[in-house]
């Protein structure tokens, strides 16, 4: 195999920055790792970054791990975007058929998408993802692509996922500083999700919620798109917190304690299980509402997907399933799929995602549908950061 024909995925992420480096072997026909690194995320809090030399330094760290295995240089990768300011919306736009035949065009389309962000009001952020949910064309819903069916009027339903565009714009300039070239910016519960829910979990309907260490990030399914996105302020981080305060312990051993792997200590199994089903309950009680705002609580046959570092807590399928009432296992990567690729923990999924972006089917066939930020937009910010920024 030759080792620059590669896909690389940077995931940065509050605690720890990690790079899969995935190839294509064309005589098995099947993806391979070529190489991983990771490193501790020093200038992020809650998914913001709050330094941009730490962010790039951290980001620099990683990819030298993989660069010194593969032995040559990672000049281009695929970026997750995350953190608290990660939401979606949903617009509607409606245009009149241009042609004289009445015959929908890619214009017809492309107009009508803008039409919908027209109809945005995203005051300071920037668009990660437009994701078309559905057609009309005259008034009736059509399932297919619309580009030459005839009509009069063409509406669309659109998820745009955006984020602060401050966030973006130092993300960018991290990867700059890395001199690492963005290939695509990709919300990151979208780059899970597209390695861990396959196309039957997505078409029933299901939400991955992914537990980091300071934040939660949930994405539901549906009709096998994305339908909803959101990030909470919580993460696993808490449920130490909560247990080396209930404990009077140190945090390292109450995070021994929630992952099961405790070295000395005389604790009460049930005080620690209460702490922890008690912080859960939290978690699955925020993702619940967001279910009932989009009228899908009960209503996953799928249901709940778990994954990120929280999710190797003991029991949280059970908590999952008794306050959501839905189906809940933990995800992992379908192995027949990707039996070849094998990852350490589920903290490497996101990027996983990322390396195979170009692998997997974002798109769903929906007409024009946007995979991540548009890459001549990242390229025009980086040519305005880099005159100011480098010598």
Known sequence: MIKTNYTCGIDIGTQSTKVVVVGFDKEKKEHIILATGMSITNGVRFGYITNVDAVAESIRKAVNQAENILNIKIRKAYISMGGISLTSVVSTGSVIISKADQEITNLDVLKVLANSEENLEILNRKIVHIIPLGYKLDSKDIYVRPEGLKGIRLEVKTLFVTCLKQNMEDLITACALAKIDIEEIIASPIATGSILINNKQKIAGCILVDIGAETV?????ENNLPISLSVLS?????????IALGLKISLEEAESIKLGSVIGGD??????????????????????????????????????????????????????RTQLKLPAKIGIIDSTLYHKLKVRDASWYTALGLALTTSNEFSNNQSNASIGVNLKEIKDFIKSILSQLLP
Do not use: H, W
Not at 217 to 221: A, D, K, L, N
Not at 234 to 242: A, V
Not at 293 to 301: F, G, S, T, V
């Open 217 to 221: 990030s949930t994405c539901v399914f």
């Open 234 to 242: 919580i993460g696993s981080m808490d449920i130490t917190k909560d």
């Open 267 to 320: 604790y009460s199994k049930k005080k620690v299980d209460e702490i922890i089903e008690a912080r859960l309950g939290d978690i699955f009680e925020l993702v619940g509402n967001q279910l009932k705002r989009l009228k899908r609580n009960e209503l996953l046959p799928a249901g709940i997907i778990i994954t990120g570092n929280g999710s190797s807590i003991n029991n949280i399928c059970e908590i999952a």
